[in-house]
């Protein structure tokens, strides 16, 4: 990443952004050591996606966050400087604006709590269990893990499941040599009958239950497939809905396999 480390005087050595300033810009210069090794990346969350982009290019927009905090006291009053300074975030309707409170509380709760109560509460707190549940309980069993790609197998053995994760990662920044299919596509279910394989070309990881179900390199199944297309939450991290799964294409696979095996 292109944080997270420091010179000598403590001061960063790549992107640092504090109290949402940009105190130092990503660090693109060429030297010796780790930090400096190339491609480097950016980590970002943006909306309802998360990833990893080269260090030059990086995305620019913001985020989202949730913040816990100690009591409803100190929520509330939480909630009133930020939309002080960001009055557009605020709406009393439930289901629009930018930010909201998330507690329980009663009537005789002090006025300035009400609007986050709200006066209908139960049928609130119903709503947002709901919302929990669907999220925590309601989901598909997680797949197993299937197998790399050949390509990526070496001299792994017959019977054990390593791969070299990394050359797939890697080979992902490649874009002739990736391509997107869309999950609900007949063609998925074509690949996953007759083939040609479907190779992962991310990390994708539905959140929740936050764990990965596709990794670089991984040849995709059925059980798979079909845990993605069940899913109804809304962060998938690694998976654009709108470009569809990203993939590495099995015939630039094909060339790279071979050229590794004449060269051993």
Request: net charge positive.
């Amino acid at each position: 990443m292109n944080g997270g480390m420091y010179e000598a005087d403590l001061s960063p050595l790549g992107l640092y952004i504090e109290n949402g300033k940009t105190l130092r810009q990503p660090n693109t210069a060429n030297a010796a050591g780790n930090f400096y090794l190339k491609p480097n990346g950016v980590f970002y969350v943006n909306g309802q996606e998360a990833g990893i982009l080269t260090t030059e290019r990086r995305p620019t927009s913001d985020g989202k966050a949730m913040i816990v905090c100690m009591s409803r006291r100190i929520c509330v009053a939480l909630y009133e400087a930020i939309v002080k300074l960001r009055p557009q975030w605020h709406s009393d309707d439930d289901e629009t604006g930018a930010i909201k409170v998330v507690m329980t509380g009663a009537a005789s709760d002090p006025l300035a709590w009400q609007a986050h109560i709200g006066q209908r509460a139960k049928a609130r707190r119903e709503l947002i269990a709901k919302r929990v549940k669907n999220l925590m309980e309601d989901v598909p069993n997680l797949p197993n893990f299937s197998h790399f790609h050949e390509a990526f197998r070496g001299d792994a053995g017959a019977h054990t499941p390593e791969g070299d994760m990394r050359t797939a990662f890697f080979g992902a920044y490649n874009a002739a040599g990736c391509e997107f299919v869309p999950l609900n596509s007949k063609q998925v279910d074509e690949r996953l009958k007759s083939g040609p394989p479907l190779i992962s070309a991310n990390f994708v990881i539905p959140y929740p239950p936050g764990f990965p179900i596709m990794v670089p390199g991984q040849v995709l199944t059925t059980e798979t497939i079909e845990f993605m297309r069940k899913l109804d939450v809304k962060e998938i991290h690694g998976y654009e809905a709108g470009r569809g799964l990203k993939l590495l294409r099995p015939d630039a696979l094909g060339k790279r396999g071979g050229q590794r095996a004449a060269a051993e």
